[in-house]
């Protein structure tokens, strides 16, 4: 498989080739950010668990997550010249409602709170760098069971979620369309030890100059596992990727971004829940940061006597 440095490198030289648009003006971004927060109620980061328990229940969540240079340009060399995208800081606020104990309807609005990095000049192409904070594509979904074991070791679900252009370009929050994202999820658990996965489409517009860097449409998924010490804790790993789809340059620009996260959840209450991770890239696919953190908060509307999620 071909580094993303000479995947890059390959894309800047076909892009500056072939359009004669690329050093009339700077090629802007795209939608980076891979980590997708999961609904609220999930007792991921970015899968889903799939509990939907109640009726018209609320439930609002906020996660902040800082990636470090998620974005870093090549020549076709291999060398590095330059962090297009060095520091985010993401801010994602949710509100869902639980319908019928079998599915949610969720809407994500995120807002980039940092955004910096340097712009980039390679031949004839110029990569415009973040121009500062901006409000991102807002997301909305629904998620329902199609399937459930009585023992609750499996679970699956479909779902789309929807993404509103509402972010910029030029901010590296959002493609310049809009984004349709049809998934498959399953999840489950069995004594102390809980589980769950999702496969996805994201439907993800693409540059008719095949000159931007949005990768186009995209295979994407997430896999988790962890273990309960005790009723109120849940430790463990979770993997997600993606992998374009698209043809042409696009294509070369975006390479396959996986990213290895690691979170501790903790349930207070039978309505508060934190959570803290870590997530480090393992390759060099664009959106991919050399380092993640992430924070979040959930809190839970629940009639009284009504069981929090973990038991």
């Given at each position: 498989m071909l ?18 648009r690329?050093?009339a003006?700077?090629i802007s971004g ?29 439930v ?6 800082w990636?470090?240079r998620p974005?870093?340009?090549y020549?076709?060399?291999g ?14 606020l ?5 319908v019928w ?10 807002v ?13 192409a110029?990569y415009?760098?973040?121009d500062?904070a901006a409000v991102?594509d807002?997301?909305?979904g ?8 009585p023992?609750?070791q499996?679970v ?9 252009p509402?972010?910029r370009?030029?901010s590296?929050t ?9 998934r ?6 069995r ?5 769950a ?5 994201q439907?993800?517009?693409s540059d ?9 449409t995209e ?5 988790a596992?962890?273990?309960?010490p ?5 430790i ?6 993606s992998?374009?789809?698209a043809?042409g ?6 390479g396959t971004?996986?990213?290895?996260m ?5 349930t ?16 060099n ?9 992430l924070?979040?908060?959930q809190?839970?509307?629940r009639?009284?006597?009504?069981a929090?999620?973990?038991?």
């Amino acid at each position: 498989m071909l580094s993303r440095a000479v995947r890059i490198g390959l894309g800047v030289t076909l892009c500056a080739a072939l359009s004669p648009r690329a050093h009339a003006q700077p090629i802007s971004g795209f939608a980076d950010d891979r980590f997708e927060p999961a609904g609220a109620d999930s007792a991921w980061m970015n899968a889903e668990s799939l509990k939907f328990d109640g009726h018209l229940r609320p439930v609002a969540a906020f996660v902040t997550e800082w990636g470090w240079r998620p974005l870093v340009v090549y020549n076709a060399q291999g060398h590095s010249v330059g962090h297009l995208v060095s520091n985010q800081v993401f801010g994602h606020l949710d509100a869902a409602v639980m319908v019928w104990n079998r599915a949610r309807v969720d809407l994500n609005l995120p807002v980039v709170l940092v955004n910096s990095g340097d712009a980039t000049q390679i031949g004839t192409a110029s990569y415009a760098a973040p121009d500062g904070a901006a409000v991102g594509d807002v997301r909305l979904g629904v998620d329902g069971i199609v399937y459930q074991r009585p023992d609750g070791q499996f679970v699956g679900a479909v779902g789309i979620q929807l993404f509103i252009p509402t972010g910029r370009t030029q901010s590296f929050t959002s493609d310049g369309g809009f984004r349709f994202w049809p998934r498959l999820s399953a999840a489950g658990d069995r004594g102390a030890f809980s589980w769950a996965a999702r496969l996805g489409l994201q439907v993800r517009p693409s540059d008719g100059c095949a000159c931007n860097l949005a990768p186009g449409t995209e295979i994407d998924g997430a896999l988790a596992g962890g273990w309960r010490p005790r009723p109120q804790w849940l430790i463990g790993p979770e993997l997600i990727w993606s992998h374009s789809v698209a043809s042409g340059a696009a294509a070369l620009h975006a390479g396959t971004p996986l990213e290895l996260m690691l979170g501790g959840h903790y349930t207070a209450t039978p309505e508060w829940t934190f959570t803290l991770g870590l997530g480090h890239g393992l390759t060099n696919g664009a959106g991919t940061p050399a380092f993640r953190m992430l924070a979040g908060v959930q809190y839970s509307f629940r009639r009284s006597g009504q069981a929090p999620r973990s038991e």
